[in-house]
C-alpha cells in the first residue's frame, strides 16, 4: 500500500499509484503569472484549474493584458497560462476548444444531476474517468454555481474533483495498449481482406467463362446457319453484334448478382470478425478501468488512515478528504460503477424514455459545439481507428455523449460516397475501406468504433419495413431482412440505426420514380439531411419499423408478434419527429363501410397545431394502376375529405368504387415567419408520416366525388396558419345553407383576394355572377346567392396586398357548402330532361351549330358507341372562351347527370366523362355550348351521342 508524504520540494513519489494522484495531496497553491502564494480571498482558477491572483487574471500576451473572467479567458493545450480570444494560441485543426470542453461536460453533468434529482429510477451517475481532460472544470465549481445560467442553479456537482487527476496517465496508457492492439487486430483483417479480394476476382473469372461458353454455342449456331444459306452474310453480322451485346449485358447482371452474394457472405465474416476483436477490446478496457478503481480505492485508503494517525500529517490528510467531499462521497459506488459498465447485462426494456435521457433539442449553444467537433473530426484523416475515437469522444462523459458522437460522425460522412485518394489497404482511410468495398456496414462500423470506446454493442438482424414495403404486405423467405444495432448506455440497452440515420438527399420520387435523379458524388451544392430519430430510438416506436428475430430484443415490456408487425400502419420517423399519435388503433389494412367510408384521426401537440402542414394522396393499389390518379375522369384526392378539427387532423375518405387503394399522409412544421408563400407546404417538401391501405367490397353504387377545388384540407384553419386570417362566421370545414351565404373574416395583416363558387358537372365561369368577395385591410366578407341546390366548394384566395401585382394568388381555405333548399332556382342554361330528348330525336352526330362555337370531336365522331365497360371518355377540341356542358339520360327518360363529370383539361380540350354505367341499356349524351361572352343563360345543343351498353 502507497505511503502517505507531505507535498513540498522534495516530496516523495513511493508507487505507480502515488505518481498518478500526486495532486490530490493539495499543495499551497501559487500563482502560475508572478509565482507567489495565492490566497483564497484573491484565488482565481482558470478553465485547467491553475490558480491566479485577481489581478494576475489577463491575457498573457505582453502587447495585450486585458482583463479576463471566467468567460472570457482562454486556455490551450500544454500552456497554463491564459489568454483573451483574440490571442490564444491556435491548435490542430482537429481539435477542440477547453471552452467548448468545458461547456460540453457541465452541461452533460448537469443535466444528468438534474434527471438524477427528479427520476428515482434512474442510476447513479456513470463517473467515467475516462472522458474527463481537465480538472478545472469541476475545481472551478463554486463558480459555475454562481455564474453560470439559470440551466445551472442549484446544480449540486458531487463528481469526485481531484480523482481525475488520474485521468491524463490512463488515458495515454489506454491508447497505447489500444494502438497495440489495432496493429495486431489489422493484421488478421489484411489477411481476410486480400481473401475477399481473391473471391471476387473468382468469381469475376467464373462469370466470365460461363458467358464465354454461352457466346461461343450462340456463336456457332450463328455460323451454321450462314454456311447454310439460311441468312446471308450482312443478316449474320447483324445477328452477331447484337447477341454480343446481349450477352455482354447478361455478363454484367451475372457478375452483380454473384458479387452481391459474395458480398452478403463477407459482410458476414467482417461482422463476426468485428464481434470477436471488439470482445478483445472491451476486455483491455476492462483490465485497465478495473486497475485505476482499484488505485483509486488504494489511495482514499491510504489518505483515511493517515487522517486519523494523529500526526503531523493528519490535519493535512483530512483537509485533503474535505476538499474530495469525502463524506458525501461512496468510492465504493464508484468503483462499483466504473467496473459495472464493464459487464453487459441481458436485454430488457429501458426503464426512461429517449426524452429523459437526451439534452434539450433547443440548447443550440451546447448541440453546436458537439456538432461542431464531430464534423471538425469527419474533415479530417485518422490513420486509426484508436486515433479516431479518442479524438471523437475524448471530450465527452458518459456513454450517452460517446454514442452520439460515433452516431453522428457516421451519418455525417457520407460513407457511401466518400473518395478516396489511395485505395490501397495502408492509405490515410484504409480503415474504412470495408465500406467502400461492401464488406462492412454502417452498423458494423458502428459496433466497432463503440468497442474502442468502451461502449457495449451488438448487431440485431430481423425485418424492416423499408423502401418497397407497403401495408398489408406479409414477411415471407428472406424479404426486407435487416440488421441494427443495440448500445448499452449507462446499464440500459438503446436501439440505433445508423444506415437509416444517416443524411440522404430528398428526392421526389413522384415525378418518375422509375429514373432516380442521378448523384454526381463530386457536387457539393446536394443537400444531405440526417435523422435523428434512429439513434436510441425508443422501443415502441422502433417496433413500428423494425422486428428483430428474436423476440427479447424488441426491449419492450409487452412483446408482439409477426403477425401483429404487419398489422401496424405504416410509420416513417417524421410521425415522431413531430409528436403525433393515432386517435386510436388503426389496423395497416382497413376495410371500408358498404358506402365506402374510411375515418383516420391523428392527433397534432398543441403547440405546433397552428404551424403543421398535412397534405395526403389517395391511389389505387393494382400494380398497372399504381400512376392512375383519376377514377373517371375525377382526381382520387377528391374523395377524400381532410379537415383539423382543434388539435386533430381528420380524414373522412369515400373510395369511389369497388377495389383496393393507398391513403399516403404527409406532414411538415410550417415557416410561421413567411405568410402567404405557399411554395413552403407543396408535395415535394413534405415528407410521408404514414401509409394504409383501404379494401372496398361492397354492393353499393360508386361514391360522388366532392367539389373541384383545390387541393388539401377544408376549413379556415389554413388560412389563420398561413394568412392571419381569423375565421368569424364559420369555424367548421361544412357549412348547411339555403339561399344565401356570408362568410367573415378578421385580417391580421392587409391582404387581397379572390373567392370561387365550383359545383360538379357545372362550369366554374357560371358563378361568376352569384359570388362577390368585399374586403378592406381588417375584414373579409364573401357573400354567395346559390342558383340551385346542392353541394358546393368555397375556394379563397390571397396575397399580401404589399406583393407585386405580378405575383399571383395563394390557396387560403375552402368550404364544402351543401345547400338544402333554394327558393327561388335560377335557371342555368341546360334544357330540362324532356325538352332534350325532344331535340335529340333524330338528331343524332354533330349539329349545325358545332360549327358556330369551333368545337371539334376528338375521340368519337361517330354518334354511336358500343361498349362492355362501365364509363366513357368524350373528348372535344373547345376553344377558350366556349362553355361546354352535357346532359346524359337512359332510355326512356331516366335522369343519369350525377354519372357524368365534365372536366377541361389543358386550354382547349374538354372531357366528358359517362361513369358508372352497369346496366345494359341506351343511354344519351347531349353535349351544348355557349359563348362565355354570352348574358343569356341559352345552350345550344351541338352533339348528340347514343351509349349502347352491352
Not at 424 to 448: N, V, W
Not at 690 to 717: D, Q, V
Not at 792 to 815: E, M, N, T, V
Request: proline share 4%.
Amino acid at each position: 500500500m502507497a505511503t502517505w508524504k507531505k507535498t513540498g520540494e522534495n516530496a516523495v513519489r513511493p508507487n505507480k499509484v502515488a505518481n498518478k494522484f500526486a495532486h490530490m495531496t493539495l499543495p499551497k497553491d501559487k500563482c502560475i503569472r508572478c509565482d507567489k502564494v495565492v490566497y483564497a480571498t484573491e484565488r482565481q482558477v482558470s478553465t485547467k484549474g491553475d490558480a491566479f491572483h485577481r489581478h494576475c487574471f489577463s491575457c498573457a500576451e505582453p502587447t495585450c493584458r486585458q482583463k479576463l473572467n471566467d468567460r472570457s479567458a482562454k486556455t490551450n493545450p500544454g500552456d497554463p497560462e491564459i489568454y483573451c480570444k483574440s490571442h490564444v494560441p491556435k491548435t490542430a485543426s482537429w481539435s477542440i476548444g477547453p471552452d467548448a470542453m468545458n461547456m460540453m461536460r457541465l452541461k452533460q453533468y448537469s443535466d444528468m444531476q438534474k434527471k438524477l434529482s427528479k427520476k428515482a429510477t434512474l442510476r447513479a451517475a456513470n463517473y467515467d474517468l475516462n472522458a474527463c481532460a481537465i480538472q478545472g472544470e469541476i475545481q472551478s465549481q463554486t463558480l459555475v454555481k454562481d455564474k453560470q445560467d439559470s440551466k445551472l442553479h442549484g446544480v449540486e456537482n458531487n463528481f469526485p474533483a481531484v480523482l481525475v487527476d488520474a485521468n491524463q496517465h490512463y488515458q495515454n496508457d489506454l491508447r497505447s495498449r489500444q494502438e497495440e492492439l489495432e496493429k495486431k487486430q489489422k493484421e488478421e483483417e489484411d489477411a481476410m481482406f486480400k481473401k475477399f479480394e481473391a473471391e471476387r476476382r473468382a468469381v469475376a473469372t467464373e462469370a466470365d467463362k460461363e458467358i464465354e461458353l454461352e457466346w461461343e454455342s450462340k456463336l456457332k449456331d450463328l455460323i451454321a446457319m450462314w454456311e447454310k444459306n439460311c441468312i446471308d452474310e450482312k443478316e449474320f453480322q447483324k445477328r452477331k453484334a447484337e447477341a454480343r451485346k446481349d450477352f455482354d449485358a447478361k455478363k454484367n447482371v451475372r457478375l452483380r448478382n454473384k458479387t452481391m452474394r459474395v458480398a452478403q457472405k463477407q459482410q458476414r465474416e467482417t461482422s463476426a470478425l468485428v464481434d470477436r476483436q471488439g470482445d478483445v477490446m472491451l476486455k483491455l478496457i476492462k483490465d485497465q478501468k478495473e486497475q485505476l478503481a482499484k488505485d483509486m480505492q488504494e489511495q482514499l485508503e491510504n489518505a483515511k488512515h493517515k487522517a486519523s494517525s494523529g500526526d503531523t500529517e493528519s490535519e493535512e490528510a483530512a483537509e485533503w478528504l474535505e476538499g474530495l467531499g469525502e463524506e458525501s462521497l461512496n468510492i465504493e459506488e464508484v468503483v462499483t460503477d466504473i467496473i459495472g459498465m464493464t459487464e453487459a447485462p441481458p436485454p430488457k426494456a429501458p426503464r426512461n424514455r429517449k426524452s429523459d435521457i437526451m439534452p434539450d433539442e433547443e440548447d443550440d449553444d451546447f448541440n453546436k459545439v458537439f456538432d461542431d467537433h464531430v464534423a471538425t473530426v469527419a474533415e479530417n484523416e485518422q490513420t486509426t481507428f484508436t486515433e479516431l475515437v479518442h479524438i471523437l469522444t475524448g471530450p465527452f462523459m458518459s456513454d450517452l455523449s460517446k454514442a452520439r458522437a460515433i452516431y453522428r460522425w457516421i451519418t455525417y460522412k457520407d460513407l457511401n460516397n466518400i473518395q478516396f485518394s489511395e485505395t490501397g489497404m495502408d492509405s490515410p482511410m484504409g480503415l474504412l475501406r470495408g465500406i467502400k468495398y461492401g464488406t462492412e456496414t454502417y452498423h458494423t462500423l458502428f459496433k466497432r468504433l463503440c468497442s474502442y470506446a468502451g461502449l457495449h454493442c451488438t448487431e440485431v438482424n430481423g425485418k424492416s419495413k423499408s423502401v418497397g414495403y407497403e401495408p398489408g404486405m406479409k414477411f415471407e423467405g428472406n424479404s426486407y431482412r435487416n440488421t441494427w444495432n443495440a448500445v448499452l448506455i449507462d446499464g440500459e440497452w438503446r436501439l440505433v440505426q445508423c444506415n437509416w440515420g444517416a443524411r440522404f438527399l430528398v428526392i421526389n420520387k413522384d415525378k418518375n420514380e422509375s429514373k432516380p435523379k442521378e448523384v454526381d458524388e463530386k457536387d457539393d451544392s446536394i443537400k444531405y439531411q440526417y435523422d435523428e430519430h434512429y439513434f436510441l430510438t425508443d422501443p415502441e416506436d422502433f417496433i413500428q419499423e423494425f422486428f428483430p428475430n428474436k423476440q427479447e430484443w424488441q426491449l419492450l415490456d409487452n412483446k408482439i408478434s409477426l403477425e401483429d408487425f404487419e398489422n401496424q400502419p405504416l410509420v416513417r420517423s417524421i410521425f415522431f419527429h413531430l409528436g403525433l399519435k393515432f386517435k386510436k388503433t388503426y389496423p395497416a389494412v382497413m376495410d371500408a363501410s358498404e358506402l365506402g367510408s374510411v375515418d383516420v384521426r391523428i392527433t397534432v401537440p398543441e403547440e405546433i397545431a397552428q404551424d403543421t402542414a398535412f397534405l395526403y394522396q389517395l391511389r389505387y393499389c393494382e400494380k398497372s394502376k399504381m400512376q392512375e390518379l383519376e377514377y373517371c375522369g375525377v382526381k382520387l384526392e377528391r374523395f377524400v375529405y381532410q379537415s383539423i378539427q382543434g388539435n386533430e387532423v381528420v380524414y373522412s375518405v369515400h373510395v369511389p368504387t369497388n377495389g383496393e387503394y393507398y391513403l399516403q399522409i404527409f406532414a411538415s412544421k410550417m415557416d410561421a415567419t413567411r405568410p402567404g408563400q405557399v411554395s413552403s407546404i407543396e408535395g415535394v417538401k413534405l415528407k410521408c408520416v404514414c401509409k394504409f391501405k383501404i379494401i372496398r367490397n361492397s354492393k353499393e353504387e360508386h361514391m360522388y366525388a366532392l367539389p373541384n377545388c383545390a387541393p388539401g384540407e377544408w376549413g379556415p384553419n389554413k388560412a389563420a396558419r398561413q394568412f392571419q386570417m381569423t375565421a368569424v362566421s364559420h369555424q367548421s370545414g361544412i357549412i348547411t345553407a339555403e339561399n344565401n351565404l356570408k362568410v367573415k373574416f378578421t385580417l391580421g395583416m392587409p391582404l387581397v383576394f379572390l373567392a370561387k363558387l365550383r359545383m360538379n358537372g357545372v362550369d366554374d365561369k357560371y358563378f361568376q355572377d352569384f359570388i362577390d368577395a368585399q374586403f378592406d385591410d381588417h375584414h373579409l366578407r364573401v357573400k354567395v346567392g346559390f342558383p340551385l341546390s346542392g353541394q358546393y366548394g368555397l375556394d379563397i384566395y390571397a396575397k399580401p396586398k404589399s406583393a407585386p401585382a405580378d405575383q399571383p394568388l395563394a390557396h387560403a381555405c375552402k368550404y364544402l357548402v351543401n345547400v338544402t333548399d333554394v327558393q327561388n332556382p335560377v335557371d342555368i342554361g341546360v334544357a330540362e330532361i324532356a325538352t332534350a330528348l325532344e331535340t335529340c330525336m333524330g338528331n343524332w352526330g354533330a349539329l349545325p351549330e358545332i360549327q358556330k362555337y369551333s368545337v371539334v370531336p376528338q375521340t368519337h365522331t361517330n354518334w354511336k358507341i358500343k361498349t362492355k365497360l362501365s364509363q366513357t371518355v368524350i373528348k372535344f377540341q373547345v376553344p377558350q372562351d366556349v362553355v361546354i356542358t352535357a346532359h346524359l339520360v337512359k332510355e326512356p327518360n331516366e335522369d343519369h347527370k350525377d354519372h357524368l363529370n365534365i372536366q377541361r383539361q389543358g386550354s382547349d380540350v374538354v372531357a366528358i366523362t359517362a361513369h358508372g354505367i352497369k346496366s345494359a341499356g341506351n343511354y344519351m349524351v347531349m353535349v351544348f355550348s355557349r359563348m362565355d361572352s354570352d348574358d343569356s343563360t341559352v345552350y345550344s345543343n351541338i352533339f348528340n351521342y347514343l351509349i349502347q351498353k352491352e
